[in-house]
């Protein structure tokens, strides 16, 4: 088929519209993957706990087909009827790719695209579930359903080199020459521009003055995110560094479970209110406007049990802010060990301590590592890397299968 005649319809489908990675890697892939694509987008809802990600798609212009059914807890008859609605979409729009992002997504879109005879079937991991989500066995049964769907697969993609190492090695979900790289990208300008009146604007609202060391997590607030191993850092740097506010910024299933554990120990904190020396902590919620965010902390971190790629510290190198973070999933390929981050095994709460404390007490070095940071990222993980990765990738499949 010529590149002049009939377009290539990709349907694109996630789990849910909620703000994060995902999201705003399937809107740059719907509104900039050119001819000779054209690219349904199809999504479930959010959880209540969950921040909105429906002004990503506004500002892009992007109008989604959402399945109400296709919901974050696993229900077989919601699970059912909304296989049942990708189905339908699948016999009236005939892609000739299915392209699903994220474990809900993957499960349903890959069997009715397999079952209605899609011509090419991919998948992209945006994280995993292979440790720390789940006890052994329900483990093992996740392993098997992803095994089984890998073979129906032509290809699985990986957001970086270590995670496809963990998918066709440590958990061998498939092959590993059947697992494409083709990492994250995103719009990175809005965390380089204007910074000095977004840093101000965040730093007025939340109290801060130039002596202040403002240091947060960015992320939900849930039991993967390890958020209690930031607020006993906390609990101690706050006792030897007045100077330092620290700020918890995200919503989630454990907002009130951390507020109470925070009281438990005796950390004083505010809610969506400036911290104080007698409240070194915010509880910020979401927000929506992350750039402005990000722009007036001094430093970024992330205690995480696993990740895929999390997309705060890229924004946060971007932005020139330093990274503190745990060891764990992709965080090592994407930024610069000792040069952009300082990083400790999961769960060593006395060495982010120490990581922490030495940015706090060393301004020249917060900026040094922020300059690495941001020449790190910078064409890394734009969105422009994105559409043409995967543009690439999906004319070498349709050649391989005599469409094009």
């Known amino acids: 088929m010529s590149e002049g005649k009939e377009k290539i319809r990709v349907l694109r489908i996630i789990n849910r519209f909620n703000l994060g990675g995902p999201t705003f890697n399937v809107a740059y892939l719907t509104r900039y993957l050119e001819h000779p694509f054209e690219t349904k987008l199809v999504g479930g809802l959010k959880d209540e706990s969950e921040a909105s990600s429906e002004f990503i798609l506004q500002r892009l212009e992007i109008e989604p087909i959402i399945i109400s059914e296709m919901k974050r807890s696993i229900s077989p008859i919601h ?6 609605e990708i189905e339908a979409i699948i016999r009236d729009y005939r892609p000739h790719i299915v392209h699903t992002h994220a474990s809900k997504a993957g499960t349903i879109g890959r069997l009715a695209a397999h079952r209605n005879g899609v011509p090419i079937i991919l998948h992209t991991f945006h994280g995993h579930v292979f440790h720390s989500y789940f006890n052994s066995f329900t483990t093992y049964v996740y392993k098997r359903i992803e095994r089984y769907l890998a073979k129906r697969s032509t290809r699985i993609i990986a957001i970086s080199d270590i995670q496809r190492y963990e998918l066709g090695v440590l958990h061998r979900i498939t092959r590993q020459e059947k697992i494409e790289v083709i990492p994250l990208g995103f719009d990175l300008h809005r965390f380089q521009e204007n910074q000095a009146q977004k840093r101000a604007a965040f730093r007025t609202q939340y109290g801060l003055n130039d002596e202040h060391v403002a ?6 607030l849930v039991p993967i995110k390890n958020h209690k191993m930031f607020i006993d850092a906390i609990h101690s740097l706050s006792k030897t560094h007045p100077q330092a506010r620290f700020f918890i910024v995200g919503g989630g299933e454990l907002d009130a479970d951390l507020r109470g554990y925070c009281e438990k120990i005796g950390l004083g904190y505010r809610w969506m209110e400036p911290p104080t020396e007698d409240a070194p902590l915010a509880f910020t919620s979401w927000i929506k406007e992350v750039d402005v965010a990000i722009a007036g902390l001094d430093v970024v971190a992330l205690t995480s ?11 946060a190198q971007a932005a020139e802010k330093p990274v503190v973070s745990s060891r764990v999933g992709g965080i090592e390929d994407i930024v610069v060990e000792g040069g952009s981050a300082l990083l400790c095994e999961v769960g060593d709460t006395q060495r982010m301590v120490v990581h922490l404390q ?14 690495v940071g941001r020449a790190h990222v910078a064409e890394q993980y734009s969105f422009k890397r994105l559409v043409d990765d995967m543009h690439n990738l999906y004319h070498t499949l349709l050649r391989e299968k005599g469409i094009l």
């Not at 699970?79 to 049942?84: G, I, L, Q």
């Not at 030495?358 to 300059?371: S, V």
């Open 79 to 84: 699970d059912f009827k909304a296989y049942r």
């Open 215 to 220: 240091i947060g997590v960015i992320g939900r």
């Open 305 to 315: 049990l696993n990740e895929g790629t999390p997309v705060s510290l890229i924004e």
């Open 358 to 371: 030495r940015l706090i007490e060393d301004p020249k070095r917060r900026h040094a590592m922020g300059k």
